[in-house]
């Protein structure tokens, strides 16, 4: 009994750096763009589904398809940006128009996928050796993606902090005139934010191959646990969406472990709901007066 | 004098459909988009008052489980359960409806609390598959015709019980139209912060048309159980549904009674098309142009097709 919780707060650990990834992506583009990108586990799917079709129909290797798909998704971002979000911003949307918007965008991305690849599960069949430590047991793909993410989010860490463009970012995501008058050009951020969004999402994919078989609607519960750790965290606030995904990802291992699955999810999005009516700020965030 | 006599035309046109067209499909598609109208009504209740719920298959679920539950088990007349299944809808509304106005949750956040619930009731509803059936959903008994139990087997009498419904959701719209709370709601749609200080009794006008909303479409839902007489957890509630329910109604207009209803039978219409011209080569493909039309007519026609087609007519005649 111990072993079978011992063994779910691992794996909810490992669970967590991937969603940490994943809300990470979707925080940055609320913190430069403004915008909740609805569609973002969509956009994790669209990845897999490339690396899907470049592995078996292509003949790639699968480490080579899961680079091809980086700058693949990337231009997606960026056709977002020119495509919903631009119109958006210059209709000067509402952020509720944004959001359903950008939640009539799931139904296409969904519904497209349905008709080229159909509505079964895709998946590349790899068997990575599943590895036992007196009775933790660890499935190494796992490994692999907890670890990935982890260092891809150091690297991220270091753009922001270290980099001319990275302090460009920053700077739009706190004061969006301010950074105007300093000679910075939102437009360019945004696209880079957009199109970096996208490679994000296909990094993601590429973690996600080994682990999941992909199907039409495989992105929207992605959205939604990415959508609660960034509430959790405070949207926007960076490191709150890193700590809220490993408490969502241990929170919701281990209810599963307890319960099912089912109820798992209840609770993530309990603690959602509770976050937003009691401290919409999130965990770590600063309540900013209107 | 105009209004009156396009009504009437409108009303008499949909009553003698059937005898000229008695085709079994065609009066099951008229149906479908009065049920469906007749939800969505009652979704825009709240939605043309800035109260954008993302959720509505929350109250669907509720009332459809409830009403079909204790038939199924208790052999209860769904049209008491319809009623049960309202309150239950009302109770649910009014714990999370307070809670949110309470907190001052509006706007996006709103939706997205909403959206959230949706989904809280689908996995409620699949985590309890002992009595509900889980995934694969439930059949209603049969019972042949019968009015007690709100059963028929020729479609032609739910075709002209939904059309009553939806008369039903139309007149609550006027009724809403003239009361006094409709001056208050839209000064609170407007600036909240405002309407408090004037004394707009905010949350209390919040609740109570929540609470309308909420009751009218679980009542909706049951409605469709028993036309339907199965019941599923991916049709009735989480955010597939909630979100058709939103978008049907911002597609036509939300803020005009005949918007909602324009909506869905252009899009439930729309969808049967697609369907039967494309369906078996390209499953799908239908949703995408509905998609797509949808991303475009929220970024162009925030006021919805109905909404906008009425604006250009008054500057015409002004």
Known sequence: ???????????????????????????????????????????????????????????????????????????????????????LLRAKANPLTQLLALAGLTIVLENLAQVIWGADLRGINVQLPIISIGNVFLRTSNLIAFFGALLTLWGLYLFLNRTYMGLAIRSIAQDLDSARLMGINPQAIYYLTMAAGGLLTALIAGFFSPIYAVHPHFGGSFTMMAFIIVVLGGMGNLLGGFIGAFIIGIVTSVSAAMTSTEIADIVALVIFIAVILVRPQGLLGIRVAK | MRTPLILIILLAAIGVFPIFFPSPYLIHIGTLIFIWSFITTAWSYMGRFGLVSLGHGAFLGLGAYTSGLLFNFYGLSPWIGMLLGGVVAVLFAMLIGYACFRFGVIGDYFA??????????????????????????????????????????????????????????????????????????????????????????????????????????????????????????????????????????????????????????????????????????????????????????????????????????????A
Not at chain 2, 286 to 313: D, H, M, R
């Open chain 1, 1 to 87: 009994m111990l072993d079978l919780y011992l063994n779910a707060v691992i794996n909810g650990i490992l669970l967590g750096g991937v969603l940490a990834l994943l809300a990470f992506g979707m925080n940055l583009i609320f913190g430069v763009v403004k915008i909740i990108h609805m569609a973002y586990g969509q956009c994790v799917m669209l990845g897999l589904y490339f690396i899907y079709t470049l592995v078996t129909h292509l003949g790639f290797p699968i480490l080579l398809a899961c680079i091809a798909t980086l700058p693949l998704m990337g231009v997606v971002g960026f056709g977002l940006q020119v495509l919903v979000i631009n119109p």
């Open chain 2, 112 to 317: 997205l609390v909403t959206l959230a619930l949706g989904e809280v009731v689908a996995l409620t509803i699949i985590a309890f598959r002992d009595i509900t059936g889980g995934s694969l959903g439930f059949t209603l008994k049969s019972k042949g015709t019968s009015l007690l139990y709100f059963q028929a087997e020729e479609k032609i009498h739910f075709y002209y019980i939904s059309v009553a419904f939806l008369i039903i959701a139309l007149l609550v719209w006027k009724w809403i139209d003239r009361s006094k709370m409709q001056k208050a709601l839209r000064a609170i749609g407007e600036d909240e912060i405002a309407a408090s200080t004037l004394g707009v009794g905010i949350i209390r006008y919040k609740m109570i048309i929540t609470s309308i909303s909420a009751f009218m479409t679980a009542i909706g839902a049951v409605l469709y159980a028993q036309y339907i007489t199965y019941l599923n957890p991916h049709t009735l509630s989480g955010v597939p549904p909630s979100l058709e329910i939103a978008f049907k109604a911002i597609l036509g207009g939300m803020f005009s009674l005949w918007g909602p209803a324009v909506g869905t039978a252009l899009i439930v219409s729309l969808e049967e098309y697609f369907r039967v011209a494309y369906g078996s080569t390209f499953v799908g493909f239908s949703q995408i142009i509905y998609g797509l039309a949808l991303v475009l007519l929220i970024i162009f026609l925030p006021k919805g097709i109905y909404g906008t087609l009425q604006e250009l007519f008054k500057k015409k005649r």
